[in-house]
């Protein structure tokens, strides 16, 4: 892999990972367009860009959630009503069904060397997006919404382990079917990618272990962590502006693009 192709392998999995077009998706497509082969290392670097991203943008909330957890753990879990804490406890509910994709592992990896898949996928995450943009939202936050809202905020986490099926596209769509506001659905998504992210690097670090860090130059790796940092902040602002502006359909309109673009390259 060169400087140029970890740039914009980087950039790729930036944007995309918190734009509404999944990321999984996308890299699996640029890798194949530039036949690198499947690189573990560069996927968990780029991934720890992304996260750095994250916690940059959301750094005032990661501090509102530690005082959330200090409260919790203080007074054993007794005074769960106040915000903070309540979506502490929502946060912990939703990332429990990545446990079942953690096991499901080494069945879904297979589905990352097709493209065809892929293609199908960004027709269904295309659908959901189309559906919530008009259909979903409502007036929930972290102070009235149910612990049962986060749960389904989970699984559509869950389904999104599938490539081509957006990670932060389905949890937005999930949040805005059970009522969220529009501002809270994107906040929540984009704050349960933290410990999804945490937990696929510790999840995945036995295998690099066991595999080796057989990189030849590290440039491309570095190359690619801060590109996908700036490039996952810029789209996380992104998409905070397109949500208030009800413009989420047009991601949409990519997603169906790229995928009936992929199945026809798949056929041909």
């Known amino acids: 892999m ?11 999995q930036g944007f995309t990972e918190f734009l509404p077009v999944s990321s999984s998706g996308h890299l699996t497509l640029a890798s194949a367009v530039m036949e690198l082969p499947s690189d573990l290392l560069f996927t968990i670097v780029v991934h720890l860009g992304t996260l750095l991203a994250v916690c940059i943008a959301f750094r005032k909330d990661i501090v ?32 429990l069904p990545l446990v079942i994709g953690a096991v499901l592992d080494s069945f879904i990896e297979d589905m990352f060397s097709s493209t065809l898949f892929v293609g199908c996928a960004l027709l269904v995450t295309a659908t959901v997006l189309f559906i919530a943009d008009r259909h979903g939202g409502g007036i929930k936050t972290a102070g009235n919404a149910e612990y049962k809202d986060a749960a389904v905020v989970g699984l ?8 081509g099926i957006s990670r932060s596209g389905s ?17 929540f998504a984009f704050l349960l990618s933290i410990p999804a992210v945490a937990g696929s690097f510790v999840f995945k670090l036995p295998d690099l272990i066991e ?23 810029l789209a996380i602002k992104t998409v905070n502006l397109l949500m208030k502006r009800n413009s989420f359909r047009y991601f949409s309109y990519y997603c169906a693009a790229v995928g009936i673009i992929t199945i026809i390259l798949n056929i041909i």
Do not use: E, H
């Open 2 to 12: 060169t400087v140029i192709q970890g740039i914009l392998l980087g950039i790729v």
């Open 171 to 187: 949890t937005i769509c999930a949040g805005l079917f059970t009522g969220l506001s529009r501002d809270f659905a994107v906040r």
């Open 64 to 95: 509102m959630l530690i005082k959330g957890v200090l409260g919790l753990c203080f007074d054993g879990f007794k005074t769960r009503d106040i915000p903070n804490r309540r979506l502490v406890i929502m946060l912990i509910i939703a990332t």
């Open 211 to 233: 595999t080796g860090i057989q990189a030849s130059s590290p440039m491309p790796y570095v190359a690619g962590f801060f590109s996908a940092a700036v490039s996952g902040y």
């Open 156 to 163: 559509a986490q869950l389904v999104a382990v599938l490539p």
